[in-house]
């Protein structure tokens, strides 16, 4: 028997961002996030009708000292939904002269209750 599902990704979007100076890992999460969010658009919760409060937004962030960044400022920048952002270990630390390039990857992945009346294939 197979448990029922709770939740449907309907997004998952990938971002890289950068600070050049300053080794902020914060600012370059920020980026990383703003890019993904700039690749993706969710027009069903307007076609279907849904509430943005359904979704759970869970975004991931790597770079390369994680306990640097302040999650609860990047997760006052998500829009929409219940969001939860996590930091890991991944991310570049780029020497540039006197200064190191810091590089973040996010991924941003949103999530919904199972629907009635459509379903995503996958």
């Not at 990704?9 to 996030?33: F, P, Q, S, W």
């Not at 973040?104 to 009635?116: I, K, N, Y």
Request: with cysteine; charged share 25%.
């Amino acid at each position: 028997m197979t448990e029922p599902q709770t939740e449907q990704r309907v997004i998952i979007e990938m971002g890289m961002g950068n600070d050049l100076h300053g080794m902020d890992y914060t600012k370059a999460c920020v980026r990383a996030i703003e890019d993904a969010f700039r690749h993706s658009s969710l027009p069903l919760f307007g076609a279907l009708k849904l509430s943005h409060e359904a979704m759970r937004v869970q975004v991931t962030v790597a770079v390369q000292e994680p306990e640097k960044v302040d999650v609860d400022a990047l997760t006052a920048t998500l829009p929409r939904g219940k969001a939860e952002v996590r930091a890991v270990f991944g991310g570049l630390n780029v020497p540039s002269g006197d200064e190191t390039i810091v590089v973040a990857q996010a991924s941003v992945e949103a999530f919904l209750p199972p629907q009635t009346g459509w379903r995503i294939k996958g």
